[in-house]
C-alpha cells in the first residue's frame, strides 16, 4: 500500500510527487501524458530562472529529477479509484491502493464544436501546433483564436508554413502586447479579427473553412487554440461525486482538499490560483497539495 | 513479428501489395513528435505479439509522398490497409489495449 498517488504526469503532477518523496511518502506517479499541456508549449520563457526551454525539456526535467530521487512514474490511464478504507486506484492493468490521492488531471483543448470539425481531426483539423506543425512545410494554414496561444501557435507555424491566417472571432485580439507585435512583423502571418468560423469543409483533408459573416478561407491546415477545458475522466470516487464548479474546474480549499478526504487536486483541473492556468501555478498548488497529503497521511497512521 | 520499416519507393509494395494476402498496419511517425515516442514501444509490442497483422512504420521527414497521398496531417497517424485499401485510421496515442482493440473490430 502507497502512503500517496499522484494522478497526472504534468507540472502539478510532478511537483507534488517532488514534494511527496522529500517528504518521506512512499508516492507513485501514474499519468497518461508524460508532460501533458505544458508539453506541447514550444518554448517556456515564463518559468522563473529560465530565460527560454521547451515546454518537453521542462516536464524532462521534472520526471528525471523525481525518478532520480526513486519516485516510479507509471505511464497509464487510470480509469477508476474505489474507496475501501483506503483509496483503490486502477488502470486497465492493475489496482494500487493508497492512503492519499492527488488529482493533477489537467486541462484538454476545447473545441469549436462546428460542423465537419470531428470528421477533420488529424486530416486538417489540430489542436496541436507543436505537434502537427512540420507537417505543413510550404502550406497555407489558419489559427482559429487571436489571445496568447493562437498568436504564439501563428509564429510556431509561420517556421514551417508559407502563409498563417489568425482568425479571431472577436474584435479584439486578448493578448500579450509583445505577441501581438511579433506576429505584425512577421511576413508570414496575417491577423484577423470578427472571423469566427462556422464550418470545416472538406472530403479526405480539410479543404478550406467558412465563417459566420459567408467569408471562406481555403487552406491546408486550421489550429485551433480556443482555450482548454478542465479533465473530467475522474467524476465521482467511490459513489462519491467530486465537487467541480459550473465550468468543470475542481473545487479546492486553499489547502488543496477536495470534498473527500484525503483527496486533493492541483493544477489546471482545479479552481485554485485564481484560476490562473500556468506551469508555475501548477506546480506551486502540486507542492501545496503534497504538503497537505503528507499531514493527512501523518493522521491517518497515527 | 517485428516492426518493419518503408519509404517512398518500397510503400506500395510492403504495403499497398503485401496487405493483399494480410493486413498491413501503418504507422507513420517522426521523431520530433512526442507522441509518436510514446506509441512507438507499444506498437512494437503489438508488432511481436499478433501474427495476423504486419506493422509498417513510416518516417514523415525522409518519406514525404506518401503521407501526402494518404491525407496524413497530424501524427501519430496509424492506418489499416486490408486488401490494398485503407479501411480505417486514428490519430494520436493509444494504449495496447485500444490498439488491439481496433485491430479485432477491423480485422
Not at chain 1, 516536464?59 to 525518478?67: A, F, G, L, R, S
Not at chain 1, 479526405?204 to 487552406?219: M, P, S, T, W, Y
Not at chain 1, 492541483?266 to 497529503?293: F, L, P, W
Not at chain 2, 507499444?42 to 491525407?71: C, M
Request: with cysteine.
Amino acid at each position: 500500500m502507497k502512503d500517496l498517488v499522484v494522478i497526472g504526469a504534468g507540472p502539478a503532477g510532478y511537483t507534488a510527487a517532488l514534494y511527496a518523496k522529500r517528504y518521506d511518502l512512499d508516492v507513485l506517479l501514474i499519468g497518461k501524458e508524460l508532460g501533458g499541456l505544458c508539453s506541447e508549449a514550444y518554448i517556456v520563457e515564463n518559468w522563473p530562472g529560465t530565460k527560454e526551454i521547451e515546454g518537453q525539456k521542462l516536464m524532462d526535467n521534472m520526471k528525471k529529477q523525481i525518478e532520480d530521487l526513486g519516485v516510479e512514474v507509471l505511464q497509464k490511464e487510470v480509469r477508476k479509484i474505489d474507496k475501501n478504507g483506503n483509496f483503490e486506484i486502477s488502470t486497465d492493468e492493475e489496482t494500487f491502493e493508497a492512503i492519499s490521492v492527488i488529482l493533477a488531471l489537467g486541462a484538454d483543448k476545447r473545441r469549436l464544436n462546428i460542423e465537419g470539425e470531428e470528421g477533420l481531426v488529424g486530416k486538417g483539423v489540430s489542436y496541436c501546433a507543436t505537434c502537427d506543425g512540420p507537417l505543413y512545410r510550404g502550406k497555407e494554414v489558419a489559427v482559429i483564436g487571436g489571445a496568447d496561444s493562437g498568436l504564439k501557435a501563428a509564429m510556431l507555424l509561420s517556421e514551417h508554413a508559407d502563409k498563417v491566417h489568425v482568425f479571431e472571432a472577436t474584435d479584439e485580439l486578448n493578448a500579450e502586447k509583445i505577441m501581438v507585435e511579433r506576429c505584425k512583423e512577421n511576413d508570414k502571418v496575417d491577423l484577423n479579427r470578427g472571423m469566427a468560423p462556422k464550418k470545416f469543409v472538406g472530403d479526405e483533408a480539410l479543404e478550406k473553412i467558412v465563417f459566420d459573416n459567408g467569408e471562406e478561407a481555403e487552406v491546408d491546415g486550421a489550429f485551433v487554440e480556443i482555450g482548454s477545458v478542465p479533465n473530467e475522466s475522474i467524476e465521482e470516487i467511490g459513489g462519491v461525486e467530486i465537487n467541480r464548479d459550473e465550468d468543470g474546474f475542481i473545487k479546492v480549499s486553499e489547502d488543496l482538499s477536495t470534498n473527500i478526504d484525503g483527496v486533493f487536486a492541483a493544477g489546471d483541473v482545479t479552481t485554485g490560483s485564481n484560476k490562473m492556468r500556468q506551469v508555475v501555478t501548477s506546480a506551486a498548488e502540486g507542492a501545496i497539495a503534497a504538503s497537505s497529503a503528507y499531514n493527512y497521511v501523518g493522521q491517518e497512521k497515527a | 513479428m517485428t516492426l518493419k520499416k518503408a519509404g517512398d519507393d518500397d510503400f506500395d509494395e510492403k504495403v499497398i501489395e503485401a496487405s493483399e494476402d494480410k493486413p498491413v498496419i501503418v504507422d507513420f511517425w517522426a521523431d520530433w513528435c512526442m507522441a509518436c515516442k510514446q506509441l512507438k514501444p507499444t506498437i512494437e509490442e503489438v508488432a511481436e505479439e499478433r501474427d495476423d497483422v504486419d506493422i509498417v512504420e513510416v518516417n514523415v521527414d525522409e518519406a514525404q509522398k506518401k503521407p501526402q497521398k494518404y491525407g496524413v496531417r497530424s501524427i501519430p497517424n496509424v492506418n489499416l490497409f486490408i486488401d490494398g485499401e485503407l479501411e480505417d485510421s486514428f490519430v494520436g496515442n493509444r494504449s495496447k489495449e485500444d490498439i488491439i482493440e481496433w485491430i479485432d473490430e477491423n480485422v
